[in-house]
C-alpha cells in the first residue's frame, strides 16, 4: 500500500526543516519506505477534505490503506512500530525509546514553541520583550537536564530511535535562537542528526517542495 503525508504547499519556514512533515519524512527514510506528498495550501487545510482527517486543519497527514493518522508524533510512533529501524528490538530499550518520544514533545518542546508565539503572535504587545527572556530562562530549564542526561553519549539510549529523531526534530527549532550554542553536546547531538543520510533527503525533499525547486 501506498504512503501519503500531506505537507504545505509553501512552507512557513522557507525549506530550513521545521515543518512537521519533516520528522515524518525522515522517519520513513530511515526504515526505507516510499512514500507521496499531497501538497496543500493554507487554505486547503481548512476545507472539509482535509479537515476530515485533521480536525484542528494542520499538517501532516498519514495515509496508508484505510488508516489515517494525524499528529507527527503518532505519525513516527506508527512507522517506527510497524517498520523495522526506529525502535530496539530489546523490549525495555523499545520502551525507553518511546519515553524519549513523549519526552520530547511534552517536556521539551512547548516551552521551545514559545518562541514563536512571542515573536508572531505577540510580537505587537508591549510587554513582548520584557517576556522572551523569561521564555528563554524556561528552555534552558529543560535543556540542562537534557544535556546532563546525554553526556557525552552519541544518543540518548545507545543505538539511533525514534526517540532521538523526534528530539533532534524538537531541538533543531532552537537554531535561530543561539540558546543551543550554550549547550555543546546538545549542539553536536542535533549536528549527528542531521548528518545522517536520511535526515539530508528528508531535508532535500522538504526544501523541494518548500521552495517549488
Known amino acids: 500500500m501506498t504512503i501519503t503525508i500531506t505537507a ?11 515543518s512537521r512533515d519533516t520528522r515524518v519524512r525522515w522517519a520513513l527514510e530511515e526504515v ?7 501538497p496543500l495550501s493554507f487554505e486547503a487545510l481548512k476545507q472539509s477534505a482535509h479537515v476530515c482527517m485533521n480536525p484542528f486543519g494542520q499538517i501532516p497527514t498519514y495515509e496508508e490503506g484505510d488508516l489515517c493518522l494525524f499528529e507527527s508524533g503518532a505519525i513516527v510512533f506508527h512507522i517506527a512500530e510497524h517498520y523495522a529501524g526506529l525502535l530496539p528490538s530489546d523490549g525495555n530499550a523499545r520502551a525507553r525509546a518511546i519515553m524519549w518520544m513523549f519526552a520530547a514533545l511534552n517536556s521539551v518542546e512547548p516551552s521551545i514553541l514559545e518562541i514563536v508565539v512571542v515573536k508572531f503572535a505577540e510580537g505587537d504587545k508591549p510587554w513582548s520583550k520584557e517576556r522572551m527572556p523569561l521564555v528563554f530562562d524556561r528552555i534552558r530549564q529543560r535543556l540542562r537536564p537534557l544535556s546532563a542526561r546525554l553526556g557525552d553519549a552519541e544518543w540518548l539510549d545507545g543505538e539511533f530511535s525514534a526517540g532521538d529523531l523526534i528530539m533532534v526534530s524538537v531541538l533543531l527549532r532552537l537554531r535561530m535562537s543561539g540558546i543551543l550554542d550554550e549547550f555543546p553536546n546538545l549542539a553536536a547531538y542535533v549536528a549527528r542528526g ?7 533527503r528528508a531535508f532535500a ?4 517542495q518548500a521552495t517549488g525547486t
Request: glycine share 14%; hydrophobic share 30%.
Open 8 to 18: 504545505f504547499e509553501h512552507s512557513p519556514d522557507g525549506g530550513k526543516g521545521l
Open 32 to 38: 526505507g519506505q516510499p512514500y507521496n506528498v499531497r
Open 194 to 200: 542531521e548528518a545522517r543520510p536520511a535526515y539530508q
Open 205 to 208: 525533499a522538504q526544501l523541494a
